[in-house]
């Protein structure tokens, strides 16, 4: 395996070198004939006029983009000095980019002279700004560029702007073209490539930004060697550039590795300039690339994506951003048009409602017309290699259900994430009832809000957000993974032990994170199971630890809603409050109640119309600590979220635990059914390097017992383990029971 990754690896750079070499010897990319084309051609231009008044979600965009630009066009233009980020100044910017994008697209497709004549005074009135600008005096530690605080919302700037200055290319005078080159276009690429090389060359989405920025303005001016350098890196080695960062960023699978937010925000570099690539140099054959890998990441991207469209909030990201973000439906078109229809993404564009203005916007627009019924998204349970080479861990989902009805479950064990990466290795998501149940915390930010920092990350993002304690896996010590040392993070992944959703009552993911901290071991096995005797889909989780030395065990659960009961005593501290620690996310957590147990912990309760309910397997001397986030915070910038939390003094410990989601509430109806779980009692009947099992019960009979292999996941292999007095055996990494007792 090592050594077919190496070869894999020694073929890339080769495959990127071959490209070099045609493309010098290719001749000039960018004549005057071919401008107009760099996302939208004038014949497709030209069908999208033709079909006005056929295709609903066509016209729709065509009307939005129209509306757009008739507000715009009636109020002063205004091309402020900068401002700080998420203030008015950089808002002011960005619309700019906007709205000339849109014009250009307007123009080419409506042939009306008022949309390129926007275009041109808008880059008129940069033109006069731009040179009289250094770098942004309030970067904050970021690499400043000169209209924003940072090169990255430049580059953005820069990639919407390239496609609008294509778009008038001809319409403008030499004079025009070469002010705007002179003064905007070579000084910003410059900018780009030259004075910040290191963010150009950087394997990051801030790089692909770059390297598509840079790449596309390029094309547009005619100059090959500046599409070379995009492509192959500043130095043209192959060690930066558009084709490395398809190498690197992305796994076999098209998993990206700083998550669905950041790949969702990604597309947009990747899609355009592959577009801009595909149109201008087809030879290098960039839709192809690394078997189809753009593809498959669009497809990596939305298939992690939650029943209601919204991504799953791994690493720094938002509880919000879903498929309908505009990078995602500019890439569902493109690969919609580019790799054939599929009615999955015909699902995704009705949740979109709306189409890009191009040629595949065009195509998907026509087919979701014709299309018989009305379409969905209805994703299976997938499993997602992680690293450049898949063997770096991966992202488990299960899912059962329909559409939107169904019940999703999550697990984490890839890399670290690069800068935007959690500490939270093994962490999972319990999406049900169309929301986060057991939730991930997110990003500490407030996004665009200027008084919150300017919109920026905050100080509690690294506090507590990335923190282990702030995710749903075990803390050890009360100390964050790999000591909030990113640098180790990088050098290490979870390691996957195996999937398997082939049987829709037990589906199960099993992964360990053996080098997190110091002399642990840690292997998470998760299910979700299907019972006719449940109303619902049910969690089981065993979070397994070892270790020749005695630690502090900490397996948190973050949930929402009100809690409801409890077969525990609690001593609650109504009148005064303090922190659960002092350092790695503690610090920000309100120690509001414990009990402890030597018995069945069972803890409920209400989120929406469902009632959850935690039954844990007992171990004498267990404390169970609730706790709220929001300490430590003088600025209020924290969500007030709760946790409950089971706490072990041991060296090998398993924490074996069942959500249930159970029952019905209506407040407007005054009615509740079922408010206790039907499940009550889950017992370990022993666990070793070599197996666990656990046995669940419910009330009339139920049962449940489940056979885990901890050691080599073979499919075939025979397990036989004694366990006090009695034999367990089985064949293969896993075996469910389901009856009675």
Known sequence: MDRAVTLQGHWQVLRRWLLLILLMCAAPVATEAQ??????????????QAARGHYPLMDASIAQAESTLEA???KPMEVPNPGEAGGYEHERHKQNYREMRLAGLLFSITGQDKYAAFVRDMLNAYA??????????LAHHQKPGKLFHQTLNEEVWLVHTSIAYDCVYEWLSEDERARFEANIFRPMADWFHIRNQTEFDRIHNHGTWAVAAVGMIAYVMGDLSLVEKALHGSQLDGNGGFLAQLDL??????????????????????????EAIHRMQPEVGIYDYRDQILRKAYYAAVETAFPNGIFPPINDASLTMDVAA?????????????????????????????????????????????????????????????????????????????????????????????GHGHFDKLHFIFYDQGRQVIRDYGFGRWINIEPKFGGRYLPENDSYAMQTIAHNTVVVDQRTQNGFDEDAAEATWGERHFFDAANASAQIMSARADTYYEGVGMQRTMLLMEDDRLQYPVVVDLYRLSSAELHQYDYPLHYSGQNIVSNLT????????????????????WYTASATSDSTIRFTWLDGHRYYSVITAPHPESQILLGRTGAHDPNFNLKSDPVLMIRRQASDHLFASVIQPHGYFNEAQERSDQARPGITDIRVVGHSSEASVVEVFGREGFFWRIMVANGPAEEGAVHSVA???QVY?????????????
């Open 729 to 741: 055996s089985w064949t293969g990494t896993h075996h469910v029971d389901i009856g009675t007792h």
């Open 128 to 137: 006069d700004l731009y040179p009289t600008l250094g770098p942004h005096p």
């Open 72 to 74: 715009a066009m009636a």
């Open 723 to 725: 366990l006090g007095e």
């Open 35 to 48: 401008h107009a084309g760099l996302f939208l051609s004038k014949s497709e231009a030209q069908a999208i």
């Open 570 to 589: 609690f001593n609650t501290r109504t009148d005064h409050l303090q922190p659960l620690g002092e350092a790695h996310g503690y610090q920000h957590i």
């Open 326 to 418: 505009p990078e995602v439906v500019l890439a569902n078109a493109l690969t919609y048009e580019r790799y054939g229809a599929d009615d999955d993404l015909l699902g995704v564009t009705r949740f979109q409602g709306r189409v890009i203005l191009s040629g595949a916007g065009l195509t998907l627009a026509r087919n979701y017309a014709a299309h018989g019924h009305e379409p969905s998204m209805n994703w299976s349970s997938v499993e997602f290699r992680d690293g450049h080479d898949g063997l770096r861990g991966g992202l488990g989902i299960l899912r059962t259900g329909e559409g939107e009805n169904q019940s999703l479950l999550l697990m984490k064990y890839g890399v670290h994430g690069g």
């Open 249 to 274: 960023l992305f796994s076999p699978d098209g998993y990206y590795m700083e998550g669905p937010y950041y790949i969702r925000y990604a597309l947009m570099p990747f899609f355009y300039f592959a």
